[in-house]
C-alpha cells in the first residue's frame, strides 16, 4: 500500500504544474469570453443548437449555469440547452491536456462532443413542445460559488491555483482507489471491469456524469486513461456531464418541472445511444 500512495502521489505531483498552466489559460479565456459567450447563445435564433454547442466546448466556468438560466427564462430553445449541456467538457479537456494525451485524441473526443451536441439539440428543437413559464431570475455568480463549481473572485492566477489544488485532490484519490485495485485484484480484472462491456458500461458512465460535480467528469477520464472502460463509456460519460448544469434547470425552471425531465431524459438517451454507437463502430480514441 505503501507502494500506491507513494505512486499516487508521485503521478499527482507531475500533474500540478500542466494543471496549473491550462487552468490559467483556461481563466484568461472564461474573463475574455463568458459574456460575450452568453450574448451570443442568446442572439443565435433557429442556430442555436450548433452556436450552443461550439461554445460549450470551451471549459467556461458557468457557462451550463448560465444556458440553464437563459432558458429558463424561454431566451434560449430546449435544443440550445440540450447542445450546451452535451458538448460541455467540464473538467475533461484539463485531465486529458495534463495527462499528455496525443492532441489528435483530444481533438477526435471534442469532435464527437460538438457533432453530438449539434445534431441532438436541433433534432429536439424539432420534438421538444414545452411549457411557457417562465423561471426565477437567479444570481449565477452566487449559485456559482454556492455549487463549488470553480467560479473565484481572486484573479486569475490565484483562481487557477485553487482550481488546481482542487482537481488534483480528486485526480489524488481516484488514483489511489485505482492504484489498490491494480495492487491487490490485478490489471486484468480493472479491464475486465462491467464498464469495458457493450451497452451496460455506457448506460452505467452516463448516469454517473449526471452527477453535478466536477468528480465525475474527473472520474470517468480516469478510469478511460487507465484502461477501465471503453472509449463508448467515456464518451457517453462525458457527453451527460454537464457540471451543475441540470441542477441548476432544475432550480431555476421548477414551475415547468416536466419540461426538466423531458431534457433530462433525452440528454440521458442521447449521451447512452452515441455511447453504443461508438462502441458498436469500434471508435477509439
Do not use: W
Not at 463568458?34 to 470551451?58: N, T
Not at 440550445?80 to 452535451?86: H, M, Q, R, Y
Not at 485553487?162 to 485526480?171: K, S
Not at 466536477?214 to 464518451?235: D, R
Amino acid at each position: 500500500m505503501l507502494e500506491v500512495l507513494l505512486d499516487a502521489a508521485l503521478d499527482t505531483l507531475k500533474l500540478l504544474p500542466f494543471l496549473y498552466v491550462t487552468y490559467l489559460v483556461l481563466e484568461f479565456i472564461e474573463e475574455k469570453a463568458e459574456e460575450g459567450s452568453i450574448k451570443l447563445v442568446r442572439q443565435s435564433g433557429v442556430l442555436g443548437p450548433v452556436i450552443g454547442s461550439a461554445l460549450g466546448l470551451i471549459p467556461q466556468c458557468g457557462f451550463s449555469a448560465s444556458a440553464s438560466n437563459l432558458f429558463a427564462q424561454r431566451l434560449i430553445s430546449a435544443g440550445t440547452l440540450i447542445a450546451v449541456f452535451l458538448a460541455t467538457s467540464d473538467e475533461m479537456l484539463p485531465i486529458l491536456i495534463s495527462s499528455s494525451v496525443a492532441p489528435l485524441a483530444i481533438l477526435k473526443i471534442l469532435g464527437v462532443k460538438l457533432l453530438a451536441g449539434m445534431s441532438a439539440g436541433l433534432i429536439a428543437d424539432k420534438l421538444f413542445r414545452l411549457c411557457r413559464h417562465e423561471g426565477e431570475r437567479v444570481d449565477l455568480h452566487e449559485m456559482c460559488k454556492e455549487e463549488n463549481c470553480g467560479c473565484e473572485e481572486h484573479g486569475i492566477f490565484v483562481s487557477a491555483l485553487l482550481h488546481t489544488l482542487q482537481i488534483a485532490g480528486f485526480v489524488l484519490a481516484i488514483d489511489l482507489i485505482l492504484g489498490a485495485v491494480f495492487h491487490f485484484v490485478g490489471e486484468e480484472t480493472l479491464s475486465g471491469l462491467i464498464l469495458n462491456k457493450p451497452v451496460i458500461g455506457p448506460a452505467i458512465t452516463a448516469v454517473v456524469g449526471l452527477v453535478p460535480n466536477c468528480a465525475a467528469s474527473i472520474l470517468i477520464t480516469e478510469l478511460y486513461l487507465q484502461g477501465a472502460m471503453t472509449a463508448g463509456s467515456m464518451m457517453a460519460g462525458l457527453l451527460s456531464a454537464s457540471g451543475v448544469g441540470l441542477l441548476v434547470l432544475f432550480r431555476v425552471n421548477r414551475r415547468a418541472m416536466r419540461d426538466n425531465v423531458k431534457i433530462l431524459a433525452y440528454v440521458l438517451v442521447s449521451a447512452i445511444g452515441i455511447g453504443i454507437a461508438l462502441d458498436l463502430l469500434g471508435i477509439t480514441f
